[in-house]
């Protein structure tokens, strides 16, 4: 695994507005950036992100299986009771689930380790599907890349197969809304290339607001037509669904969710110390304990603390010696916490980096990566492109 530094093209900026990319800068700040780019032999690939990505997946859902069927595990994840039998049923009807997305510390060296699952919500897949396998065709096609060059990128192809799936076995001919909240360009953006990879797959896609969404007498969503929303892809958590006024009406309501209700547990961090109690020693994972629990010594004396309910590196905080050392704010609830082994990103070049591995139905499908100036990856962390060399680096 290397950095190298690239030229950017000329027309990126353009190109990208055009193609409904009005996100790659942020506050002034570039946050698509191709001024360079990140190298991997095949088998850091294969061996080092994709097995490990399908296997923690793996583990993960056996832990929803187990959780649904645990009042004190449900309990640890703080989900609320009155949802309790909305979340197990959707889990033992095998509701659909479509895509997520896992965080992982990689240096190219020894075992990748796992940070967190964002199993619900995840953002930066139009950037991770599309933009950079179109700055990858287009490097080639000019020459500054060689022709064999590849990338680990299949996220789109699985997407639309996923979406058919859906169609044929789930959907029918019923429409597919799909939502996000006003004034979030990034949130949009995703929202828009999800809705485009199910045209393609054949559904009739709708866009709505998550504002929008009404609910009739008998309890059913609606769209700003009182039309019934018979299936939703919503890029708003769970955890805050539950919380809202009509979350009352979330098993009454017969609309199919995308992600599904059971997705509320893996999205959560306390799937870290349940993980590392069913796994503990796994060299992927790194050891984890809720806040409140007696702790091992394996946690170290440097650790990081995280809440339940957290993303984009919010209320997260690093602490030596029990003392804090660094701190993000943010708008979560620190009531509840998880403590998890202190393990930083690597730096290349100063620069902090994450690998986001993208789990597609139930397979890997490709990564991301962010990078920062701080070792915490924030919303503001810059997205680079990446490329496969059929070669050991």
Same mark, same amino acid.
């Given at each position: 695994?290397?950095?190298?530094?690239?030229?950017?093209?000329?027309?990126?900026?353009?190109?990208?507005?055009?193609?409904?990319?009005?996100?790659?800068?942020?506050?002034?700040?570039?946050?698509?950036?191709?001024?360079?780019?990140?190298?991997?032999?095949?088998?850091?690939?294969?061996?080092?992100?994709?097995?490990?990505?399908?296997?923690?997946?793996?583990?993960?859902?056996?832990?929803?299986?187990?959780?649904?069927?645990?009042?004190?595990?449900?309990?640890?994840?703080?989900?609320?009771?009155?949802?309790?039998?909305?979340?197990?049923?959707?889990?033992?009807?095998?509701?659909?689930?479509?895509?997520?997305?896992?965080?992982?510390?990689?240096?190219?060296?020894?075992?990748?380790?796992?940070?967190?699952?964002?199993?619900?919500?995840?953002?930066?897949?139009?950037?991770?599907?599309?933009?950079?396998?179109?700055?990858?065709?287009?490097?080639?096609?000019?020459?500054?890349?060689?022709?064999?060059?590849?990338?680990?990128?299949?996220?789109?192809?699985?997407?639309?197969?996923?979406?058919?799936?859906?169609?044929?076995?789930?959907?029918?001919?019923?429409?597919?809304?799909?939502?996000?909240?006003?004034?979030?360009?990034?949130?949009?953006?995703?929202?828009?290339?999800?809705?485009?990879?199910?045209?393609?797959?054949?559904?009739?896609?709708?866009? &709505?607001?998550?504002?929008? #969404? +009404?609910?009739?007498?008998? /309890?059913?969503?609606?769209?700003? *037509?009182?039309?019934? =929303?018979?299936?939703?892809?919503?890029?708003?958590?769970?955890?805050?669904?539950?919380e809202e006024s009509y979350g009352r009406h979330l098993e009454e309501s017969g609309t199919l969710f995308l992600e599904p209700p059971w997705k509320a547990i893996l999205s959560n961090k306390a799937i870290l110390p349940l993980l590392w109690q069913e796994y503990r020693g796994h060299p992927n994972l790194l050891p984890s304990y809720f806040e409140s629990d007696k702790k091992s010594s394996d946690l170290g004396s440097r650790f990081v603390k995280k809440p339940l309910f957290s993303r984009e590196g919010a209320n997260i905080s690093v602490y030596s010696e029990g003392q804090c050392t660094t701190r993000v704010?943010?708008?979560?609830?620190?009531?509840?916490?998880?403590?998890?082994?202190?393990?930083?990103?690597?730096?290349?070049?100063?620069?902090?980096?994450? &690998?986001?591995?993208?789990? #597609? +139905?139930?397979?890997?499908? /490709?990564?991301?990566?962010?990078? *920062?100036?701080?070792? =915490?990856?924030?919303?503001?962390?810059?997205?680079?492109?990446?490329?496969?060399?059929?070669?050991?680096?």
């Amino acid at each position: 695994m290397q950095r190298i530094g690239m030229e950017p093209r000329k027309h990126w900026q353009r190109q990208a507005e055009s193609l409904g990319f009005s996100f790659h800068s942020m506050n002034g700040d570039t946050y698509w950036d191709e001024s360079a780019c990140y190298r991997f032999s095949l088998s850091q690939i294969e061996n080092d992100i994709e097995t490990p990505t399908e296997e923690i997946h793996q583990m993960c859902l056996q832990l929803v299986d187990k959780a649904v069927h645990s009042e004190r595990m449900m309990d640890q994840l703080c989900i609320p009771a009155v949802h309790w039998d909305l979340v197990r049923n959707s889990w033992l009807d095998r509701e659909p689930h479509l895509y997520g997305r896992m965080d992982f510390a990689y240096d190219g060296r020894g075992p990748a380790k796992f940070y967190e699952y964002n199993a619900d919500t995840p953002t930066s897949l139009y950037e991770s599907a599309f933009f950079q396998w179109l700055w990858l065709e287009e490097m080639v096609n000019t020459g500054k890349l060689p022709p064999e060059s590849d990338q680990f990128n299949l996220i789109q192809e699985m997407l639309i197969e996923v979406l058919v799936l859906l169609k044929k076995n789930r959907l029918g001919d019923n429409p597919l809304y799909l939502s996000s909240c006003k004034d979030t360009a990034e949130d949009f953006g995703t929202v828009e290339y999800f809705r485009d990879c199910a045209l393609q797959a054949g559904i009739d896609a709708r866009f &709505i607001y998550v504002e929008d #969404i +009404g609910v009739s007498t008998n /309890g059913q969503y609606t769209d700003l *037509d009182n039309m019934t =929303i018979p299936a939703l892809f919503k890029l708003y958590p769970w955890e805050f669904m539950f919380e809202e006024s009509y979350g009352r009406h979330l098993e009454e309501s017969g609309t199919l969710f995308l992600e599904p209700p059971w997705k509320a547990i893996l999205s959560n961090k306390a799937i870290l110390p349940l993980l590392w109690q069913e796994y503990r020693g796994h060299p992927n994972l790194l050891p984890s304990y809720f806040e409140s629990d007696k702790k091992s010594s394996d946690l170290g004396s440097r650790f990081v603390k995280k809440p339940l309910f957290s993303r984009e590196g919010a209320n997260i905080s690093v602490y030596s010696e029990g003392q804090c050392t660094t701190r993000v704010d943010g708008p979560y609830c620190t009531d509840n916490c998880i403590l998890q082994q202190y393990h930083p990103v690597p730096q290349f070049n100063g620069n902090h980096t994450l &690998i986001g591995s993208w789990v #597609i +139905g139930d397979r890997a499908a /490709g990564i991301g990566i962010r990078e *920062d100036s701080t070792a =915490i990856t924030r919303d503001s962390s810059r997205f680079l492109p990446h490329i496969i060399e059929d070669r050991e680096l």
